[in-house]
């Protein structure tokens, strides 16, 4: 009688172990969380896009824009209204504008990186009516 208890003790403790970890094994969509988990949002790293290199400009680059186009635009660091008779700068690669005082600005805070796409690279701008 000891035996047969003995057998049937270890044959339901083997059967528990085995739904256990069918109950935690990986799923065949490739989750490997258990069940329970599932229902809290976990965030996955997004993947990140090919770095575009583009030629860096040459140091005569000009970009012209007129009077009248600066009136609807700011200074992308400071938010502040354009001035069209004071010296400008165009970011090569997203074309946001910056005074002066912004390129100082982000040559000592920002490693002079552009605040939108983090170009390093940056052209004057000739204003024209």
């Given amino acids: 009688m000891s035996r047969i208890?003995?057998?049937f003790l270890v044959i339901a403790v083997g059967?528990?172990?085995a739904w256990r970890l069918l109950r935690t094994a990986p799923s065949a969509t490739g989750n490997t969380t258990p069940p329970e988990y599932d229902r809290y949002f976990r965030p996955q790293a997004r993947a990140r896009k090919r770095e575009r290199k583009q030629p860096e400009p040459p140091y005569n680059a000009?970009?012209?824009v007129r009077r009248?186009?600066?009136g609807e635009l700011r200074d992308a660091?400071?938010?502040a209204p354009l001035d069209p008779d004071a010296e400008l700068f165009r970011c090569a690669e997203c074309k946001s504008f910056y005074a002066v005082q912004s390129v100082c600005a982000l040559a000592m805070d920002n490693a002079a990186r552009c605040?939108?796409?983090g170009s390093i690279h940056r052209i004057s701008v000739e204003v024209v009516d």
């Fill in 77 to 79: 660091l400071s938010g």
């Fill in 15 to 17: 059967l528990l172990a």
């Fill in 5 to 7: 208890l003995l057998m």
């Fill in 62 to 64: 000009r970009s012209i």
């Fill in 115 to 117: 605040i939108n796409c």
């Fill in 68 to 70: 009248a186009a600066l």
